[in-house]
């Protein structure tokens, strides 16, 4: 029997409203740092004047060079204020005239080059103005995705998700998904693949090929920003059929679904020279390991899921957060683990198992091949994806909304609403005016800030309104969401979400 859940008026608004804070709260973060503030800007801003090629004042080969190019100098110059905390990000001077030459930039394809191909239809002239439209370009393609994941998925599934990306969004996922990163792109894919090709499984008609494009897409997007991206993508399809695949008689869209991604992903693999690194590390003259080094690795590598709650700093490494981030971000995130991953199914422990092992043990093959100890290399970003899909994995049981209901949504609305306002904050005053101070108004004083943006108080305050608004919003919603659609389904002993099909 099927459960009312309000108002058809009352939904819609919700529906609406919902998205519409997430990117109200995702703008606040990309307004929050300058051009060249995300990880490796100086590489990443160059790909992206130059992702169309050579273009007249944009991205110009002067020399006949098979690398170096020539851009609107305000690029080159971006990263001014980077590895000093304590300076604000006032040195950059976005005004200045003509190209200057980088010798880093993606002609040679060491990624793939959808990301900068697309975010280079926004490049122009005028660098700030271009940046600011790509970070909130992105900040729409993201809630825009999500969002039509969200509405796809059978009810039942549609907690994963959301569980999946507010439990490691704060802080790392919140700075990167509004920035002209590619891990934006790629954080986004690993949030959609698997569930929507889970979905697929559990679907039929034309819900079905609706979720089959969905994997499709967030596919593309992931192995077309970054080359890792491509094998979590096959790491996602690995999960879906590990949960929901009928061995008997397996469905033909969602296998061919899977089948496609599976190529996708090998093609732009191969695109990009990057994923050479990703199976087997970077050339080092360092001698190997020793065996004491390799356990130390092992032992340290959960440092880098902690460094996407806060451990490590935002930005190029140099925007510590205050210890209250990472305590609440860890404790939501673990929590959730733990809330999720209990009562498993053979099927759903096999898959939370995996992804633990590909959390561990990723970063630490990798910087064994290396000669590289934890610290080094490899960023707590490059694993977010890893969390983001074995965290949905463990969510993705029946229960799950009321699982949550109560007690723990409120909790985890406060301590993420607290942590987000703090990283915000935090994040604002480390470009306005350097971390050697501390105000209540992260704009007092300001020697930066956006040319005719709203003040640096406002983004803050209206940012940290709008992400706890949405969380408030969805704990109120899930736990109706979930029974609006209990209908009657055979479940077996020894399955769970996994082995339902919902019609």
Same mark, same amino acid.
């Given at each position: 029997?099927?459960?009312? +859940?309000?108002?058809?008026?009352? +939904?819609?608004?919700?529906?609406?409203?919902?998205?519409?804070?997430?990117?109200?709260?995702?703008?606040?973060?990309?307004?929050?740092?300058?051009?060249?503030?995300?990880?490796?800007?100086?590489?990443?801003?160059?790909?992206?004047?130059?992702?169309?090629?050579?273009?007249?004042?944009?991205?110009?080969?002067?020399?006949?060079?098979?690398?170096?190019?020539?851009?609107? +100098?305000?690029?080159?110059?971006?990263?001014?204020?980077?590895?000093?905390?304590?300076?604000?990000?006032?040195?950059?001077?976005?005004?200045?005239?003509?190209?200057?030459?980088?010798?880093?930039?993606?002609?040679?394809?060491?990624?793939?080059?959808?990301f900068y191909g697309a975010m280079s239809v926004f490049a122009s002239p005028n660098?700030?103005?271009?940046?600011?439209?790509?970070?909130?370009?992105?900040?729409?393609?993201v809630v825009g995705v999500l969002a039509g994941a969200f509405f796809a998925l059978?009810?039942?599934?549609?907690?994963?998700?959301?569980?999946?990306?507010?439990?490691?969004?704060?802080?790392?996922?919140?700075?990167?998904?509004?920035?002209?990163?590619?891990?934006?792109?790629?954080?986004?894919?690993?949030?959609?693949?698997?569930?929507?090709?889970?979905?697929?499984?559990?679907?039929?008609?034309?819900?079905?090929?609706?979720?089959?494009?969905?994997?499709?897409?967030?596919?593309?997007?992931?192995?077309?920003?970054?080359?890792?991206?491509?094998?979590?993508?096959?790491?996602?399809?690995?999960?879906?059929?590990?949960?929901?695949?009928?061995?008997?008689?397996?469905?033909?869209?969602?296998?061919?679904?899977?089948?496609?991604?599976?190529?996708?992903?090998?093609?732009?693999?191969?695109?990009?020279?990057?994923?050479?690194?990703?199976?087997?590390?970077?050339?080092?003259?360092?001698?190997?390991?020793?065996?004491?080094?390799?356990?130390?690795?092992?032992?340290?590598?959960?440092?880098?899921?902690?460094?996407?709650?806060?451990?490590?700093?935002?930005?190029?490494?140099?925007?510590?957060?205050?210890?209250?981030?990472?305590?609440?971000?860890?404790?939501?995130?673990?929590?959730?683990?733990?809330?999720?991953?209990?009562?498993?199914?053979?099927?759903?422990?096999?898959?939370?198992?995996?992804?633990?092992?590909?959390?561990?043990?990723?970063?630490?093959?990798?910087?064994?091949?290396?000669?590289?100890?934890?610290?080094?290399?490899?960023?707590?970003?490059?694993?977010?994806?890893?969390?983001?899909?074995?965290?949905?994995?463990?969510?993705?049981?029946?229960?799950?909304?009321?699982?949550?209901?109560?007690?723990?949504?409120?909790?985890?609305?406060?301590?993420?609403?607290?942590?987000?306002?703090?990283?915000?904050?935090?994040?604002?005053?480390?470009?306005?005016?350097?971390?050697?101070?501390?105000?209540?108004?992260?704009?007092?004083?300001?020697?930066?800030?956006?040319?005719?943006?709203?003040?640096?108080?406002?983004?803050?305050?209206?940012?940290?309104?709008?992400?706890?608004?949405?969380?408030?919003?969805?704990?109120?919603?899930?736990?109706?969401?979930?029974?609006?659609?209990?209908?009657?389904?055979?479940?077996?002993?020894?399955?769970?979400?996994?082995?339902?099909?919902?019609?």
């Amino acid at each position: 029997m099927t459960r009312r +859940t309000g108002s058809p008026r009352r +939904t819609l608004v919700v529906s609406i409203l919902i998205p519409l804070l997430a990117f109200l709260s995702l703008g606040a973060w990309s307004l929050s740092s300058p051009v060249g503030a995300s990880p490796d800007d100086d590489f990443h801003l160059a790909s992206i004047w130059c992702g169309l090629g050579d273009r007249d004042g944009l991205c110009e080969n002067r020399d006949d060079d098979a690398v170096e190019r020539y851009v609107p +100098t305000p690029v080159t110059t971006a990263t001014c204020y980077a590895y000093n905390n304590g300076a604000s990000a006032d040195c950059w001077n976005g005004e200045a005239q003509g190209l200057s030459k980088v010798q880093r930039a993606n002609v040679d394809r060491l990624y793939p080059p959808l990301f900068y191909g697309a975010m280079s239809v926004f490049a122009s002239p005028n660098v700030a103005a271009s940046v600011l439209v790509m970070k909130l370009v992105n900040s729409a393609l993201v809630v825009g995705v999500l969002a039509g994941a969200f509405f796809a998925l059978p009810r039942r599934l549609r907690p994963a998700l959301l569980i999946s990306v507010i439990v490691t969004a704060v802080p790392l996922g919140m700075f990167v998904y509004g920035s002209t990163n590619p891990s934006s792109w790629a954080l986004l894919s690993a949030a959609v693949v698997w569930i929507t090709l889970y979905g697929a499984l559990q679907t039929d008609g034309r819900r079905r090929w609706i979720l089959a494009g969905l994997a499709v897409l967030g596919t593309v997007l992931g192995a077309g920003a970054r080359a890792d991206s491509a094998v979590y993508a096959v790491f996602g399809v690995g999960m879906a059929l590990v949960l929901g695949l009928r061995w008997k008689r397996p469905p033909l869209v969602p296998t061919v679904t899977a089948a496609v991604i599976v190529v996708l992903s090998v093609a732009f693999y191969l695109s990009a020279w990057q994923g050479s690194s990703i199976v087997g590390g970077i050339d080092s003259d360092r001698p190997p390991l020793s065996g004491s080094q390799h356990l130390s690795n092992l032992l340290s590598a959960p440092t880098l899921w902690a460094g996407a709650q806060g451990g490590w700093g935002l930005g190029w490494l140099d925007t510590p957060m205050p210890a209250v981030v990472m305590v609440l971000a860890g404790a939501v995130f673990w929590g959730a683990f733990f809330v999720g991953g209990g009562r498993a199914s053979v099927r759903r422990g096999v898959a939370i198992a995996l992804g633990v092992a590909a959390m561990w043990l990723v970063p630490v093959v990798l910087l064994g091949q290396s000669r590289m100890l934890v610290g080094e290399l490899i960023q707590p970003r490059y694993l977010l994806p890893l969390m983001i899909v074995t965290i949905g994995v463990a969510s993705a049981r029946l229960d799950i909304a009321r699982a949550w209901a109560g007690f723990r949504a409120w909790a985890v609305v406060a301590a993420l609403a607290l942590a987000n306002v703090v990283a915000l904050h935090t994040n604002i005053q480390r470009y306005t005016t350097g971390l050697d101070r501390f105000t209540a108004d992260p704009g007092a004083d300001a020697e930066w800030w956006w040319a005719w943006m709203p003040s640096p108080l406002f983004v803050w305050v209206g940012g940290g309104l709008a992400f706890a608004a949405v969380l408030a919003l969805l704990a109120l919603r899930l736990p109706a969401e979930s029974a609006a659609d209990e209908t009657p389904i055979r479940v077996s002993a020894a399955t769970d979400a996994e082995s339902a099909t919902t019609r």
